[in-house]
């Protein structure tokens, strides 16, 4: 990766561009897509299927036997891994329910909010090189702690592992549909597929363009994204070695992956640059995790300070703090998705079994969006009430500003009342 050393911080937006794509050429070719799923429904999604995967689909939806079958082509060890991830993040994400908390703003004027599962669910698993079972128990178990009737997954993979995670998140429909035709089948709905009130998960760029056409016609999407990312803070307590393992364990994700070292040390990240090479040449995912790691930069800074204002511009997916008092650091960090401190804390226990969410902001999103948490999946739906004597209270209140406004008719509706109370005590 490159080496860039001491950087001015007029420079430091080029050094932190992440990699461009051409939008309005993806978006271009997706809008057919979702055009044709739009108008002509499975059959549509058929034709997609033959022309872009060369597959012809019968039946769209995996059966039941499929799925209760998908148990039994797995081994003991993966299944009991499954499990335990799926109790960590149960665990985990269960504690972010909150019960309503009723407030009495002024004597006899009572509000509280209470929280709604959204009703129906899309969860997109992609294909491609890796089965992904892992972002099914990340999107599902928040949708099943949250109360999601119906939890619809679309993924083009029929591998056991995913069946088998999708079972155990109470997934009720399941499909095997790829692609941007699968976001429309859940965006708009079609003779087999269900349509849903918010898609969620990660995908190509293909996919991700169609989540955000969908949604600028309404739908709901968890958040935009783009491809995954890691930036590393190490100082000289770290160990070389297992930084060069977080940094290819993002490479190795794809070739647009991106990842960034920051560091105080010139020495340290020149060990880490030797670690990388020599790390590189056992992965199976070699070729496209060099490409990675070959845009991909290191910078080093000369004090805490200002790598801390680094990272919080950057705003990483993932940020990892392999630095002495990592906690302490974290604490000024306001921009990333998630961290990870300490020598002991790779990122993949995050992306698998500690019982965080995987699904995070990317390219730079962080600075607004935070990750995928039962809040995703639910609805705040206020509530108040207010006695006879609270509105003898508030409602003048209201009078006073309804009329500022020229708002005749919400004086009205809190003065007919007062009038009415009025003249049942005057009697």
């Not at 607004?368 to 999946?377: E, P, Q, R």
């Amino acid at each position: 990766m490159k080496i860039i050393k001491y950087p001015k911080r007029e420079d430091w937006p080029g050094l932190l561009t992440r990699p461009v794509l051409n939008f309005k050429e993806i978006e271009a070719s997706v809008s057919p897509i979702l055009e044709e799923v739009q108008k002509h429904g499975d059959e549509g999604i058929r034709r997609l299927a033959e022309r872009f995967d060369g597959v012809t689909l019968g039946d769209l939806a995996f059966s039941n036997k499929e799925i209760d079958d998908a148990e039994g082509q797995l081994d003991e060890a993966l299944k009991e891994a499954i499990g335990q991830a799926y109790r960590n993040i149960y665990l985990f994400h269960q504690q972010q329910l909150t019960a309503p908390e009723k407030v009495e703003t002024m004597p006899g004027v009572t509000c509280w909010r209470r929280s709604v599962g959204i009703e129906k669910v899309g969860i997109y698993i992609p294909g491609g090189t890796a089965p992904l079972f892992s972002t099914v128990l990340m999107l599902g178990i928040p949708a099943q702690i949250a109360g999601s009737k119906e939890i619809v997954l679309c993924t083009p993979s029929a591998h056991p592992a995913i069946l088998y995670a999708a079972k155990l998140v109470g997934v009720t429909r399941a499909y095997r549909i790829g692609g941007a035709q699968a976001i429309a089948a859940m965006a708009y709905g079609t003779e087999s597929v269900p349509q849903v009130y918010k898609i969620f998960g990660p995908g190509n760029q293909y996919v991700m363009a169609a989540k955000m056409l969908v949604s600028k016609e309404g739908m709901a999407i968890d958040m935009p994204a783009g491809p995954s990312e890691v930036a590393v803070y190490a100082d000289e307590t770290a160990v070389p070695d297992f930084v060069a393992s977080d940094l290819l364990s993002q490479a190795e994700h794809g070739k647009d992956s991106q990842v960034l070292l920051v560091s105080t040390s010139v020495s340290f990240v020149e060990a880490v640059n030797r670690c990388l090479m020599e790390q590189l040449e056992a992965l199976p995912r070699k070729d496209m995790a060099s490409i990675s790691i070959d845009n991909s930069t290191a910078v080093v800074v000369a004090h805490a300070d200002e790598a801390i204002a680094m990272l919080n511009e950057y705003a990483a997916e993932h940020l990892i703090l392999c630095v002495e008092n990592a906690e302490e650091v974290s604490e000024r960090i306001v921009n990333a998705g998630s961290i990870f401190l300490g020598n002991y804390t790779p990122e993949s226990c995050g992306d698998y079994a500690s019982g965080t969410n995987h699904t995070l902001p990317t390219n730079g999103y962080a600075r607004a969006y935070s990750g995928v948490s039962v809040d995703s999946f639910v609805k705040k739906i206020t509530v108040q009430h207010i006695s006879q004597q609270g509105l003898l209270n508030l409602g003048p209140l209201v009078e006073v500003m309804a009329e500022a406004e020229s708002l005749q008719a919400h004086k009205r509706a809190v003065s007919v009342r007062l009038k009415q109370m009025n003249e049942y005590n005057e009697k």
